[in-house]
Every structure is written in C-alpha cells, then in structure tokens.
C-alpha cells in the first residue's frame, strides 16, 4: 500500500509519457499500413471497373481514393509530430538530468569552500616542508655517523676481505700469480726480507743497468 500512494517523481512521468508516445507512435504505423492496403484494393477497384466501361463507379471510387490518400497523409504528419515530442521529452530529461547534477556539484564545491581555509593551508605547506628538511638533515647526519664509525673499525682487514673475495670470483690461476708476487706493506722492505724473497741486491743492480738506470 505505501508504493502505491508512493508520489511520482519526475522520471516517473517522463517514462510514462514515452512510453505512451511510442505505443501512439506504433499504433499510427499500423493504421498507416491498413490505409496502404485500401488503398491498393482501391486501385485495382478502379481500374476494373474502367475496364467494363462503368464510369460512375470509377468516379466514386477515385474520390474515395482520394480522401484514403488525403488521410495516409496526415498519419505521416502525426507520426512526425510524435517522434518530435519524444525527442523534446527525451531532451528535456537530459536537461534535468544536467541541472540537476550540476545542483548537487555546486552544493559541494560551497562546503568545500566553506572548510577551505588557504591561509591555513598555505602554513601547513609552509610547516610539511619545514619539517622535511629537518627529517633530510637528520637523515643525512645519521648518515655521516655511521660512515664513520664504520670506517674507523676494521678498514684493513675489511680491504683484505674483499680482495680476497675478488681473487677467489677472478680464478684460481690468478691467486696464484697473486701468491707468487712481492706483497707491499706501509714500511720499507728490510734487507733480510729482499734475501728470504731470494733477490739479492746485485740481482737489483743488474737489473738497473740492464734497463739503462745508473
């Protein structure tokens, strides 16, 4: 019972008018038909009754042909005015549609508007990008620090780590070359080192006068 005293809303009644304005539209469409059919029927009529020379039939006939065409007519005409009040219906359920969204927009732009506060706004801005930095150069002092203490503690034997780790990803054949060669040290090599890597220094200073270096 509550839908039934339900109130039609706008879309109710435009759904309503098309619909009856296409069952309208159907019905001149069929009515059109039935007077082409007549008027088919009327023709050959006339044209038989020329034929056995009754010429009062043919003229009642061709008047009545007449007045079917005169009324095929103004179907058309009918049928032409009621697409156009469809469309004009079916236009102004657009328009509607439009306003009515562009209602419901300009209600919230004005709350929006209203809670909008720029100059509030601009300070927050103002105070995210403070405080970013902030965050950067505490990030970056962090940073620093730990840089630091990391290359304080253990340099050498972390470089000695990663040169063997490389040696070992390069070959076996080139460690071996590696082995084979003089290690260097910060200090200056001692006499008794030169002799326990079994190079004498007469051996050095052939080797400099063999290279042209007195």
Do not use: H, W
């Not at 296409?22 to 023709?43: A, C, H």
């Not at 439009?98 to 706004?121: E, H, R, S």
């Amino acid at each position: 019972m509550a839908g039934f005293f339900k109130k039609k809303t706008v879309d109710d009644v435009i759904k309503e008018q098309t619909k009856e304005l296409r069952g309208t539209q159907r019905q001149i469409t069929r009515d059109r038909s039935s007077l082409e059919k007549q008027e088919k029927q009327l023709e050959m009529e006339i044209k038989k009754m020329a034929k056995t020379g009754n010429k009062e039939a043919c003229t009642i006939l061709a008047k009545q042909l007449v007045q079917l065409r005169r009324q095929k007519n103004r179907s058309y005409a009918v049928g032409s005015k009621v697409t156009s009040m469809s469309s004009q219906t079916k236009l102004m359920n657009s328009q509607m549609k439009m306003a009515g969204a562009m209602a419901t927009t300009t209600k919230t732009m004005q709350a929006v508007n209203k809670k909008m506060d720029p100059q509030k706004m601009q300070q927050t801005m103002q105070n995210f990008q403070k405080e970013n930095m902030k965050m950067e150069m505490s990030e970056e002092l962090i940073n620093d620090t730990l840089d630091e203490i990391f290359d304080e503690s253990g340099d050498e034997e972390e470089s000695d780590s990663i040169v063997n780790q490389v040696l070992d990803e390069i070959g076996i054949e080139i460690s071996g070359k590696m082995v084979n060669a003089p290690s260097t040290s910060r200090n200056k090599p001692t006499s008794s080192a030169t002799k326990s890597d079994g190079i004498s220094d007469e051996d050095i200073e052939r080797q400099l006068k063999a290279l042209g270096v007195d």
